[in-house]
């Protein structure tokens, strides 16, 4: 079992920064892929950015790769997510998401992008952009 925890919500003022983290607890979470999620209700989750164990492997969608950075720390059990000029449509829940599988599981390259692939979720940190 994992047990996942976001911190570093808030609200931030368009154009600025943020930076997210997720602490992970329990079994070793070195040996995790982990992904970042977001959504608001009424719309569907939306893959954000992934990690690989050992953090050689990074994945972003299109909407941030080019103002987000994932990092992990597996001494200190935390994946970190910094996103730059961020911009009203980046309000959202941000989830923290970890899977024991490896990419060789699966039979496509994008398997990180569905959030059914992950088996522990946090329960989110809310982030607000304000104008």
């Known amino acids: 079992q994992v047990h996942l925890v976001e911190s570093g919500g808030g609200l931030v003022q368009a154009g600025g920064s943020l930076r997210l983290s997720c602490a992970a607890s329990?079994?070793?979470?070195?040996?995790?892929?982990v992904g970042w999620f977001r959504q608001v209700p009424g719309k569907e989750r939306e893959f954000v950015t992934g990690?690989?164990?050992?953090?050689?492997?990074?994945y972003y969608a299109d909407s941030v790769k080019d103002r987000s950075t994932i990092t992990r720390d597996n001494a200190k059990n935390t994946v970190y997510l910094q996103m730059t000029s961020v911009h009203h449509e980046d309000t959202d829940v941000y989830y923290c998401?970890?899977?024991?599988?490896?990419?060789?599981?699966?039979?496509?390259?994008?398997?990180?992008?569905?959030?059914?692939?992950?088996?522990?979720w946090g329960q989110g940190i809310q982030v607000t952009v304000s104008s």
């Open positions: 329990g079994r070793t979470f070195s040996s995790y892929f």
């Open positions: 998401a970890a899977t024991h599988r490896a990419p060789s599981a699966f039979d496509d390259n994008t398997w990180y992008s569905r959030g059914l692939e992950y088996d522990y």
């Open positions: 990690i690989s164990w050992s953090g050689t492997s990074t």
